[in-house]
């Protein structure tokens, strides 16, 4: 069995960047800290900034974790690695199940996370499996609010990098209000072309959106409607839009397959 002590690889001081240590099989800890990052190491995420408590042991445990300025590094995840949060606070556990059994896994509860920066504001719950090669996730949560252009940032590379660059040209502008969102589901099989692969829904308010379905297409501006979103299709139903100045009444926008478009 083996715990942190001051020192050891794996611990850090405030603004110092700690590296992994041995993969350990049992552990415990009790521990406070401030300021702690670390470097990503293999399938093992970075942190940057946390403070917090963390107590528990190789089964089950707890944690609280907040920052300013904060964030995580998730290589291969993300294009963009580095999520960073203005604001970050966290509170859950973890526990493996089942308990001493060769193919046991852990499950992390997230009670409750908040997170926000320019680009958005999320209130997230729900758990995450560290089973299989990329996990298994239940979570549900809210867009407080979310910047549409930056809205690509935050889709992992799981998405085709058609998708990613489409976004990037297409969603020019506008604001995500008071949505909410559902991820359920075998991450390596995400995006969910069925709901027996999983289920990756959102329903959002959007308010001044401009949209360029593709370079061919005109612009489709000021989109005041409701966004939805069931695993690759995407639908945008709008109460009014305008198109070369002319104002539009009843616009419906469907994506059938985001991967297609």
């Known amino acids: 069995e083996r715990g942190l002590a001051p020192g050891q690889p794996g611990t850090g001081a405030p603004g110092q960047a ?3 240590g041995p993969r350990v099989k049992s552990f415990a800890i009790d521990a406070h800290f401030t300021g702690l990052s670390w470097n990503p190491d293999g399938d093992i995420p970075g942190v940057a900034n946390i403070s917090g408590s963390v107590s528990g042991n190789q089964d089950k445990g707890t944690y609280r974790l907040n920052g300013t300025k904060s964030g995580v590094d998730l290589p291969g995840v993300f294009a963009d690695p580095a999520l960073r949060f203005d604001s970050l606070s966290l509170r859950g556990g973890w526990k493996r199940k089942p308990v001493g059994q060769a193919n046991s896994f852990v499950e992390l509860e ?3 996370a908040l997170l926000s920066n320019v680009d958005l504001a999320l209130n997230v719950h729900g758990s995450y499996r560290l089973q299989g090669p990329a996990g298994f996730a239940d979570l549900s949560g809210r867009v407080e609010r979310a910047l549409g252009a930056r809205v690509e940032r935050y889709l992992p590379m799981a998405i085709n990098e ?10 020019l502008a506008g604001d995500v ?3 909410n969102f559902t991820l359920r589901g075998d991450l390596a099989r995400f995006p969910f072309r069925t709901t027996r692969d999983g289920i990756f829904r959102v329903n959002a308010p959007v308010y001044g959106v401009h949209l360029r379905y593709s370079e061919d297409y005109p612009k489709i501006e000021n989109i005041d409607g409701l966004l939805t979103m069931d695993g690759v299709r995407m639908d945008i139903q709008s109460d009014k839009a305008q198109i070369f100045g002319a104002q539009l009444q009843k616009v419906h926008a469907v994506i059938p397959d985001l991967e297609a478009a």
């Open 177 to 179: 209000r008071q949505g």
């Open 18 to 20: 700690a590296t992994a």
């Open 110 to 112: 997230i009670a409750e």
């Open 162 to 171: 058609d998708t990613h660059t489409w976004l990037q040209k297409s969603l």
